[in-house]
């Protein structure tokens, strides 16, 4: 009985040591490539398929989490869930590329057991090794940025950039092209997406210091609250909004002012004065960064958010181009849509002198949506959140502000739906409305 019972905690450690792992390896785009798909003599990206190495330490999480919860093991008897899996086995079957649409339809089912398995450890764990990972690719970011240069390391999964390549992502101060910060993730969009998530996190933790700090009557006579765990907190949090600055990305800015407005006017009309504090404190430090950001890097951020911009001009233009491969063109489109990842190869396809490099997806991941899985799929994708919002025990203002934040950033850019990245983050989006179990 003992042995048993020694088992069991055992595997419980294992289980919370390789979730905490998966969140630290989310950033890090190491992975197995077992398959190209080529169009012409060029490769078409979108049909790239692999196993990222993170993914895999998420199913040997799932496999110890059930060896040590084999009585909470439960599978759905809602019929909606077993309609729902059979109904995106068949449509993948139909797929211009079955295999490369049973490819994301496996991410997205891994993104929603990442989801289901951080429901049973504490929000706190999650939320630390998400600011430790945000605390590494902020290092990175800024070293990236002053270096202007992204160093290739093929372990790590990290491609070469220089700004002097064709293709990569800058920004142009004049005749200068200026190197946006990749951290280890695949574009600067998606490290600025990561970190918004990783700000929001650290805010939580911030005011759950004080929180603590209030409930113990010692720290409550000298108000003080856990110095070096508020060190932590804030230093990563500093990092990860410089790390932010230095990846450019527009729509990630945007998010993390617009969901801290958001989250600071709900509290002043709830009279929760400790969030509001935390806040001010926060955008305190933010322009503070922001002004010493802006010192070392003069005119970046101004030529960024410059309209009238070369490259500011061609980006707005290519997101607006993209609007028109919604390709409802008849029935089948419209209800079954296109297929899951089939966006840029429809288009390809009904375009052929397009150049494979140059067809990307809608930069909309609520119209992309549409247009991969159509009219049905999308009542089945609204349907499960709607499950998620009402099965929730409660759902707090820090919630609803970072998915409103993470919807802001699906309106400017596509790598929500398109990269294991951006599902992992939607996952995290939507199961921290629940209430964990510990």
């Not at 919370?16 to 630290?24: C, D, I, T």
């Not at 995106?88 to 339809?105: D, E, G, H, Q, R």
């Not at 990092?239 to 990630?252: E, I, V």
């Amino acid at each position: 009985m003992f042995k048993k019972c020694k088992q069991k905690i055992s595997y419980e450690q294992i289980f919370q040591f390789l979730l905490g792992l998966f969140v630290l390896l989310i950033p890090w785009q190491t992975r197995w490539l077992f398959y190209d798909w080529p169009l012409g003599i060029e490769l078409w990206q979108y049909g790239r398929l692999s196993l990222y190495a993170s993914a895999i330490v998420l199913l040997l999480a799932g496999i110890f989490f059930a060896l040590s919860h084999k009585k909470e093991l439960y599978f759905s008897r809602s019929k909606f869930f077993y309609v729902l899996f059979a109904y995106s086995i068949i449509v993948s079957f139909t797929s211009p590329a079955p295999l490369v649409s049973f490819y994301y339809l496996f991410l997205i089912y891994s993104a929603a057991l990442f989801a289901y398995l951080v429901k049973f450890i504490p929000k706190i764990f999650v939320y630390r090794a998400f600011l430790f990972s945000g605390l590494i690719q902020g290092l990175l970011a800024v070293y990236q940025l002053f270096n202007q240069k992204v160093v290739a390391n093929k372990w790590l999964g990290i491609a070469e950039h220089l700004p002097s390549t064709l293709g990569t992502a800058v920004v142009e101060i004049g005749d200068q092209r200026f190197l946006r910060a990749y951290g280890a993730l695949p574009h600067p969009n998606i490290l600025g997406g990561f970190l918004f998530v990783v700000i929001f996190f650290g805010i939580y933790l911030w005011i759950d210091v004080y929180k603590k700090s209030e409930a113990n009557i010692f720290n409550k006579f000298f108000k003080k609250p856990n110095f070096w765990n508020l060190i932590f907190i804030v230093i990563a949090i500093i990092t990860s909004t410089y790390g932010l600055l230095a990846s450019f990305s527009r729509s990630a800015l945007l998010a993390l002012l617009l969901s801290l407005f958001s989250l600071a006017l709900i509290s002043i009309f709830k009279r929760n004065w400790l969030t509001v504090s935390i806040i001010g404190k926060y955008l305190l430090i933010f322009f503070v960064i922001f002004w010493t950001f802006n010192s070392w890097f003069s005119g970046a951020w101004s030529a960024r958010v410059d309209m009238n911009g070369r490259l500011e001009q061609k980006s707005i233009n290519e997101r607006v181009s993209t609007l028109d491969q919604l390709g409802w063109d008849n029935y089948q489109t419209a209800f079954f849509g296109q297929g899951l990842g089939m966006n840029t190869l429809v288009t390809l396809k009904k375009y052929p002198d397009q150049p494979v490099y140059n067809v990307q997806p809608i930069h909309d991941i609520f119209i992309l949506l549409f247009a991969e899985i159509g009219l049905i799929g999308a009542f089945f994708a609204f349907s499960v959140v709607r499950k998620v919002v009402k099965s929730a025990n409660k759902i707090d203002v820090m919630s609803t502000s970072l998915i409103m934040g993470l919807v802001i950033i699906g309106l400017f850019d596509h790598y929500l739906w398109t990269s294991w990245t951006g599902w992992t983050l939607i996952a995290v989006g939507l199961v921290n409305m629940y209430k964990h179990h510990k």
